[in-house]
């Protein structure tokens, strides 16, 4: 999902400046109307727009730095009536938009917020364009990493994630200057606190001046997803972690603080897989070491893929990536392996985008993801497949090709058999970088309960509503960073208006 390396993020991100605010200076005796949890991607539009719409605003942020996951993210996103749009004559509708999220997702996305989504997704995206947001030459596209929509509306900021960052800064930056948002950083909120009746009522932060209670009229959770906390993420999808590749932050705070005053936690049935990922190590959850995107509309396979059993179990060429992800997601502890021979190491583009030929042969003599052997028995054993199942496996693949029988799986893209040694595997793992559990939350960002009753006064935006709820069990092209955004705009605004009605 990301084309950035590590280090072009460290330089990136080292570019930014760094807000801080000593709490001395921040008056927290104050009352807000708004107070908001989490200055990344949701949070930070949100407290603009509340301000900017006449609220007195607080933003906490636990870490030194505002941004979140938008320091890391690839920030894709898709909306219809767009200036990119509009640049190439593009014909586009809300309506189009959601019937292509809700066919990707295979209905699994909540409507209310999918309509909600993408009827002001595109003025999300002209705001970000009035504030010098510049996308990739070419698009908006139809698609990129995950199952395309009908139309062009999806696009990438030339600087990933840091294009969205760089179109709120100076805004945010004005607000703060003019004292309608105070800014408090390296302060995390640590509990919510409630009146007799239940109405959340404000918040208990930890930073450099210590704990203290903040009072405000309604609190805001943006605090992210939990996907980089293994044990919560595991107890709310019932999956392991398999790897560690969400931002830091990640931890899962604000779904936290939404049960402990009874908010309800839905979604972690949706948990999706990605595919393709080649671990560091067996142990999870394992860091990247590697990544194949298994993608028929990026690379048609050379190679067949195969469980642990040694068999295959998806047509390997499928137009779906997220038929061919959800195939993977049904195999034993996700994992999969890739097995091919020489004649197609030779022969196709590297199944690892960026890697020479000469490494991917090389890693097979070094590490232990990727094996080699003279025969498939051999490689079975080494790879850690069943090896009857494989070499049975790929005699019924040979034997089909070459006497011209239709695939056992209905692939078409098979240029050769798999037939000269060396053979070869790469061992891989199904993957996530978003969590899908969170916080339930009706049209209003109400956070609810059990009873689907509005915890009052709480209200949550972003990933900590879990991914389930707008990208539904699958990866929906921009289904997070949009409805990120542009919630935070929705709700930013409207708390403005209650606050001034009250
Ligand atoms: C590598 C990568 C690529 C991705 N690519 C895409 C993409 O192309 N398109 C897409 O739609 N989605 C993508 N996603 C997902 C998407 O980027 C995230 O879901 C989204 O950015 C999350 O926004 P957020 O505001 O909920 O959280 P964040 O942006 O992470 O912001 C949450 C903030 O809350 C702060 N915080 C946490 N706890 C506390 C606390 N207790 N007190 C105060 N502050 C706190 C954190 O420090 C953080 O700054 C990607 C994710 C990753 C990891």
């Known amino acids: 999902m990301t084309s950035l390396k590590r280090r072009d993020l460290l330089l990136a991100t080292a570019s930014l400046p760094l807000w801080r605010t000593g709490s001395a200076r921040a008056d927290l005796s104050t009352h807000y109307d708004v107070i908001v949890i989490g200055g990344g991607t949701a949070g930070i539009p949100c407290a603009l727009f509340a301000a900017r719409s006449g ?3 607080l933003l906490i942020e636990k870490s ?4 979140g996951t938008l320091f890391w993210s690839t920030g894709q996103i898709a909306g219809s009536g767009t200036v990119f749009q509009q640049r190439l004559g593009i014909d586009d509708s809300a309506e189009a938009h959601f019937n292509d999220c809700m066919r990707i997702n295979e209905h699994t996305a909540d409507p209310e917020l999918t309509r909600l989504t993408v009827d002001h997704a595109g003025e999300t995206i002209n705001w970000l364009a009035a504030n010098g947001f510049e996308v990739m030459p070419g698009h908006p596209v139809t698609g990129i990493g995950h199952d395309h929509f009908t139309a062009r509306r999806y696009q990438q900021g030339v600087n990933n994630g840091l294009s969205i960052l760089n ?4 805004s945010l930056e004005s607000s703060i200057a003019r004292q309608e948002i105070t800014l408090l950083t390296s302060t995390g909120v640590n509990g919510l606190m409630q ?5 959340v009522v404000g918040v208990t932060v930890a930073g450099p001046s210590g704990i203290q209670d903040v009072r405000g009229s309604h609190i805001v959770m943006a605090t992210g997803g939990c996907a980089a906390n293994p044990r919560l993420f595991e107890d709310l999808h019932g999956v392991p972690l398999y790897a560690k590749t969400a931002y830091p932050t990640s931890q899962g705070d604000g779904l936290l603080l939404g049960m402990s005053v009874g908010g309800a936690i839905v979604g972690g ?29 990026i690379r ?12 295959r179990f998806v047509r390997e060429d499928h137009p779906s990536i997220h038929h061919i992800e959800h195939s993977i997601y049904q195999q034993a502890g ?11 190491l030779e022969k196709s583009e590297p199944i690892i985008p960026d890697w020479s030929r000469d490494r991917l042969a090389n890693e097979h003599q070094t590490h232990p993801m990727f094996c080699s052997a003279m025969t498939l028995k051999d490689l079975a054993f080494r790879a850690g497949v069943n090896p009857a199942a494989l070499v049975a496996n790929v005699d019924d693949y040979n034997h089909r090709l070459r006497s011209g029988e239709s695939d056992r799986f209905g692939r078409v893209h098979r240029p050769l058999t798999l037939s000269k040694p060396p053979f070869y595997s790469i061992a891989m793992q199904g993957w996530t970088l978003v969590s899908f559990a969170g916080l339930s939350v009706n049209r209003d960002l109400q956070v609810l309960d059990n009873e689907r009753r509005p915890v009052p006064n709480l209200y949550a935006i972003g990933e900590v509503i879990g991914a389930g709820a707008t990208s539904g069990a699958a990866y929906t092209n921009g289904m997070l960073v949009t409805p990120a955004i542009t919630f935070g705009r929705l709700l930013g605004t409207r708390l403005a208006g209650l606050s001034r009605a009250t």
Not at 195 to 199: M, N, Q, R, T
Not at 269 to 294: H, N
């Open 269 to 297: 049935e949706k948990y999706a897989s990605l595919a393709g990922l080649v671990p560091d190590a067996y142990e999870y959850p394992c860091q990247m070491y590697a990544w194949a995107p298994l993608n028929p509309a």
């Open 334 to 344: 996700h994992r999969h392996w890739a097995i091919f021979d020489t004649e197609m």
């Open 55 to 57: 609220a007195r605003v």
């Open 195 to 199: 009146d007799p009746a239940g109405k």
């Open 300 to 311: 048609q396979p050379w190679e067949i893929v195969v469980n642990a059993g040694g068999d």
């Open 167 to 170: 179109a709120f800064l100076p």
């Open 64 to 67: 030194p730095a505002l941004g």
